[in-house]
């Protein structure tokens, strides 16, 4: 793993390995020139999208999985291939699918940030005409079936949340690494409210010392370098600041004034936790559960046990709560 942190090369050729002759030179032609300096091509790549990949780790008869599903993307030095057609420079996105397997074969895979880094770094150093290297991996959440004890290679899909991240780098930069976490759904059913916001001739909605709260949250991190984080430790401790931001103590629960307080509690518990993480964002959308006006309806018809509460879902419209939560830079004075 460690070659993933090598300087990428500005030669061709294989890892370790003398570049090869090059062809003779040609003028890759831009769409700046080819339109006379009217137009220009700000932005271009391509790549392979949703590669499937499963990895099992036979260790004996203990055995571990990780599934992927793993997008790439190439950005050329040249605009060749876009202004006039020609392929000289492509590597075909079958290719990097290819890539892809044959790396997992090759290294292994053991977190979707290393791998992807593993990935960036190969296409970088193979051709010489890559200018921008990125790969988005998703993991799919496999966890190991309980069977009285963990079971040696049965494994459940329990999608609580799932993982993704982002790795991408620029020839001769560093590696830029984007974590995130995304679909998880929590809900209590008491300790929120929503009060003393602005009262206006536009409102219409009341004070809610007690109400539902229930978000589907997404979230998103970068960190300062590849080297010293725990890629799994840091994920599965911003879902445990979410959940306990949330949540709360078990017996007791844990009261939000607010969506955002919520937000900001977890984003800076998470801070706190993982010093290599450079800033967090995160979205919470208000999932909306909504009293049932009962007092239209005939006390005959409505009188029951006190303890059945009733709510009507409304997903739309919804509210949307996000925020950002960065390091501020070091002084130096």
């Excluded at 050329?76 to 790396?103: M, W």
């Excluded at 830029?176 to 929503?194: C, D, E, P, W």
Aim: overall charge neutral.
């Amino acid at each position: 793993m460690n070659r993933i942190y090598a300087k990428p090369s500005n030669t061709s050729g294989g890892e370790g390995v003398a570049s090869a002759p090059t062809s003779n030179a040609r003028i890759a032609l831009t769409a700046a020139a080819d339109t006379g300096g009217r137009f220009e091509l700000s932005d271009h790549g391509y790549g392979k999208s949703c590669v499937k990949l499963l990895h099992v780790y036979r260790d004996g008869e203990h055995h571990a999985i990780r599934e992927y599903e793993v997008s790439t993307e190439l950005k050329l030095t040249s605009e060749s291939p876009y202004v006039i057609g020609d392929n000289k420079d492509v590597v075909a996105t079958d290719s990097q699918k290819n890539t892809v397997y044959l790396l997992a074969k090759k290294h292994g895979v053991k977190t979707p940030e290393e791998f992807g880094a593993v990935v960036v770094n190969h296409f970088l150093y193979m051709y010489k005409q890559v200018g921008e290297a990125k790969c988005r991996v998703v993991e799919y959440p496999w966890e190991r079936l309980q069977a009285g004890a963990p079971h040696n290679h049965a494994f459940i899909f329990s999608p609580t949340a799932t993982r993704w991240c982002e790795v991408s780098q620029v020839r001769h930069d560093a590696v830029v690494v984007k974590s995130g976490l995304s679909g998880l759904r929590v809900l209590k059913t008491t300790q929120s409210a929503f009060v003393d916001f602005v009262q206006d001739e536009y409102t219409t909605l009341a004070d809610a010392a007690e109400r539902i709260f229930s978000t589907v949250v997404e979230a998103e991190w970068t960190y300062d370098n590849m080297r010293t984080p725990d890629f799994d430790n840091a994920w599965l401790t911003v879902k445990d600041a979410i959940l306990d931001k949330f949540a709360g103590p078990p017996d007791t629960g844990v009261y939000s004034p607010s969506v955002q307080h919520t937000l900001y509690q977890a984003e800076k518990t998470v801070l706190e936790k993982v010093s290599e993480i450079t800033w967090i964002k995160m979205t919470m959308p208000n999932k909306h559960y909504l009293n049932i006006d009962m007092s239209k309806f005939p006390t005959n018809v409505t009188k029951g046990d006190p303890r059945h509460h009733i709510y009507q879902p409304v997903d739309k419209p919804a509210g949307l709560i996000y925020a950002q939560l960065r390091r501020r830079p070091k002084s130096h004075l």
